[in-house]
């Protein structure tokens, strides 16, 4: 199942580079920041960078609804871009004997390290340590399409081994992703500063994302939870929600960065359209999803 399905029907429910970089000079006790441009045709970013603790600013002008979802993955030993691609592209599969060994493939040959979802005029960043060694940045959406990109979408990143300092910006919150007795969940406050920084970690067994999207002041988990388990049926009805969505795609096991999303006052739904590994259940179907207020 594609999730640009989705966001075509939210909106009518509301009516809505390849250059070398030096690090950016940073305020102290903060990260230097690359700034990923991104529009319609594709994005651009340094080709090189040093190595240390870094944000990664996500700019957007693209005009569809669901704006750009920047990633950022660094390819395992032995692991290829062009296999690393194939496998992110069935990954979005309407089949789940289709997704689920694909999505196995992706954790085997990769760590997938985040990143940013943006929506135009609002940049979303990302921080997360960079190792020297190389990585590539992919915009999540390229790869949703029924003709998925190649590799020649995947934007390669070489952190060179000369080190520059910083740190990231100390998280207001916590978001972290865990197995439970009840089934996966997120686990955070019920109510987050806007603009605060936000700490991700992902505590799961297998890939999972963290997704905050606007919902209605009367919106219950239980709609929410009638929603996915839909969607896991192939039955699309209205959508609970009603803006769109701003966070972070997929993180592996263990991973952990720091999230500064442009989130407004207001209430929102903590998703993931991922699917459990193991069985091919979307994760939220089987209750991963939160509601929370941004004040």
Not at 29 to 58: K, L, M, N
Not at 91 to 100: E, L
Not at 158 to 164: A, D, L, M, Q, V
Not at 239 to 253: E, Q, V, W
Request: overall charge positive; glycine content about 10%.
């Amino acid at each position: 199942m594609r999730r640009t399905r989705i966001w075509g029907l939210v909106a009518a429910a509301v009516l809505c580079g390849s250059a070398t970089s030096t690090p950016a000079k940073a305020d102290p006790g903060s990260a230097p920041v690359i700034d990923i441009t991104a529009d319609d045709d594709g994005f651009t970013a340094p080709a090189s960078y040093t190595s240390g603790t870094t944000s990664f600013r996500v700019n957007t002008s693209a005009t569809g609804d669901r704006g750009t979802i920047i990633g950022l993955a660094r390819l395992r030993p032995g692991a290829t871009p062009a296999g690393f691609a194939d496998h992110l592209g069935k990954v979005f599969s309407d089949d789940p004997k289709v997704a689920v060994p694909a999505g196995r493939a992706l954790m085997a040959e990769a760590e997938l390290l985040g990143g940013a979802e943006s929506q135009a005029g609002r940049s979303t960043t990302f921080t997360t340590m960079v190792r020297p060694g190389t990585y590539y940045l992919l915009n999540y959406l390229d790869f949703e399409t029924r003709t998925p990109a190649g590799p020649q979408a995947l934007h390669k990143l070489t952190i060179t081994r000369e080190r520059h300092t910083g740190s990231a910006p100390r998280p207001g919150s916590v978001v972290g992703m865990t197995d439970t007795p009840s089934g996966p969940r997120f686990h955070l406050p019920d109510q987050i500063k806007a603009g605060a920084p936000l700490l991700l970690t992902n505590h799961l067994k297998q890939v999972n994302e963290a997704i905050f999207i606007p919902v209605s002041p009367d919106t219950s988990r239980a709609e929410i939870q009638k929603f996915f388990e839909g969607v896991q049926n192939g039955e699309w009805g209205r959508p609970p929600f009603t803006g769109a969505p701003l966070g972070s795609p997929p993180l592996s096991p263990g991973r952990t960065l720091t999230l500064q999303a442009p989130l407004k006052p207001g209430r929102y739904a903590v998703i993931t359209w991922v699917l459990d590994l193991t069985d091919g259940v979307r994760l939220a179907a089987k209750g991963m999803h939160s509601l929370i207020i941004v004040t």
